[in-house]
């Protein structure tokens, strides 16, 4: 990513280098997309990531794959990331999402109680071209406008305005302070007049009550809906296979000595927290623990859901600590430098994100297997919620590719050469036409690969469980 030497050139300078890397990578050449000749098989990527995952939730992530292309997708950012290595490269880097899909991004709160809308999963986070995360979100709305019967005009309306959202927002950005880009966001107020200008009337009311239903998944809703009362003591209520109170997963000893582990994870997990944030963690007692089957590419990984109390037993706080293990990114762009996989989830996501949420941490922990794993914790739920594409018409789809694509740009502009991208993306709407082209030959070979996975299956080379 740019670093002193880079940021404090004169932007003419910047803007110059933009330009020059036209030269190595046309505008018009992110159209091409063909597999490459030694292109890994899909199922064998797949299973590959499944040996380091639970064992007996395997089966879940592949049934969850194999429900449609779309969910396929999802759960295929490792098999992606080997695809774009292969495409052509602008040389100017930028912190990737690394999954920047039309579902991870959503409504979430600010520290200061005020709802946002932003990127939401960085598991797979790390620098690298920014033109990657673009190309993931603009192929993520064709296949998803695939599964909703859209027509090809449609895709590409929808596809093309989600670029250019991110090519003007990005040029918006390259004539801005740097304090200006590191305040920019996108509150409640903004995309409700965002509907207004978009969807009309209708799209304004539908707006104001998804705005007023995320304010109501909060940590009191999550707790209702999670625990029970059980011989008088607060418990997270089981719902197998996806949520295993630790009771029911392991016998006494071993529920003891991962419970341990758990509680040594929260103590020394605040050292990563400020010390303000670090002293509120502090007034908080663990209470129980339950294993959590999340997602849909994450899903075999390990996933703990933890009950915290602190005044009494209406002053709740879940935690979820998730397992992070190296990024798909990585064997194409390079290792992260932070050795531990918890500190790269994080650090990523303070540099993407305009606010993030206050009990955002990590740690490392040695299983009962010997094993050491990286671990980030995070709230459970924070008036977050998530789009649902499948209800969309086209027209509120073209509206959301565009809020998602103005979005990323704004997380790109924090950490990468905002002037230097603006200046490769020009005036013009050539990039916008390129990833256009490149996003329906994508879809076209993620049906292929979701076909394939459901030939594995048909023919037992894996197992898929439904549900």
């Known amino acids: 990513m740019p670093g002193p030497e880079t940021s404090h050139q004169p932007p003419a300078e910047r803007a110059a280098r933009g330009k020059a890397a036209r030269s190595d990578a046309p505008r018009s050449s992110h159209a091409q997309f063909a597999p490459h000749p030694k292109r890994p098989d899909p199922v064998e990527l797949i299973e590959a990531q499944s040996q380091a995952r639970l064992p007996e939730l395997v089966p879940i992530r592949y049934g969850r794959m194999l429900e449609s292309p779309f969910r ?7 098999i992606m990331a080997g695809d774009l290595a292969e495409t052509p490269r602008t040389g100017i880097t930028a912190q990737c999402c690394g999954d920047a899909h039309l579902l991870n991004f959503r409504l979430l709160a600010s520290p200061e109680r005020r709802l946002m809308f932003d990127i939401n999963d960085f598991d797979e986070t790390l620098p690298g071209p920014w033109e990657w995360d673009v190309k993931r979100l603009a192929a993520s709305l064709a296949i998803a406008g695939r599964a909703n019967g859209y027509t090809e005009l449609e895709r590409a309306d929808i596809v093309r305005a989600t670029v250019r959202s991110y090519r003007e927002a990005m040029r918006g950005f390259a004539g801005m302070r740097d304090l200006d880009v590191w305040y920019a966001r996108i509150d409640a107020d903004r995309l409700q007049a965002l509907a207004a200008r978009k969807l009309g009337a209708r799209g304004r009311r539908r ?14 809703r999550a707790y209702g809906k999670l625990t029970r009362l059980i011989d008088g003591k607060r418990r997270i209520a089981p719902d197998l296979p996806l949520i295993t109170p630790i009771d029911d997963l392991l016998p006494g000893r071993e529920r003891d000595s991962v419970e341990a582990q758990i509680r040594g994870l929260i103590e020394r997990y605040g050292r990563s927290l400020q010390s303000d944030r670090r002293h509120l963690l502090q007034q908080y007692r663990l209470v129980d623990t339950a294993r959590k089957v999340v997602g849909v590419g994450s899903v075999g990984t390990r996933c703990w859901v933890i009950l915290m109390l602190g005044r009494d037993d209406d ?22 430098e932070y050795d531990n996989q918890g500190q790269r989830v994080v650090s990523g996501q303070r540099l993407m994100q305009a606010a993030s949420d206050i009990f955002l941490g990590w740690e490392r922990v040695t299983g009962l297997d ?17 789009a649902e594409p499948e209800l969309m018409v086209p027209r509120g789809m073209r509206a959301f590719g565009e809020i998602c694509g103005a979005t990323l740009a704004r997380a790109h502009a924090r950490s990468g050469d905002r002037i230097a991208i603006a200046a490769y993306l020009g005036r ?40």
């Not at 706080?317 to 194409?332: C, F, N, R, T």
């Not at 010997?370 to 998530?386: P, T």
């Not at 709407?429 to 979701?450: G, K, W």
């Open 370 to 386: 010997g094993r050491q794993r990286d671990f980030y914790v995070r709230q459970l739920h924070d008036w977050k919620a998530i």
């Open 207 to 220: 707006m104001t009550r998804t705005l007023a239903k995320a304010r109501t998944r909060d940590n009191l």
């Open 315 to 336: 002053d709740p706080l879940l935690l979820q600590a998730k397992e992070a293990d190296l990024s798909v990114l990585a064997p194409h762009a390079g290792a992260s």
């Open 72 to 78: 396929f997708y999802r759960g295929a950012a490792a």
């Open 428 to 467: 013009s709407d050539v990039f916008d036409r390129a990833l256009t082209e490149f996003s329906e030959s994508y879809a076209d070979q993620n049906e292929r690969d979701h076909q394939a996975l459901a030939d594995a299956v048909r023919a037992g080379r894996v197992g898929a469980e439904s549900g």
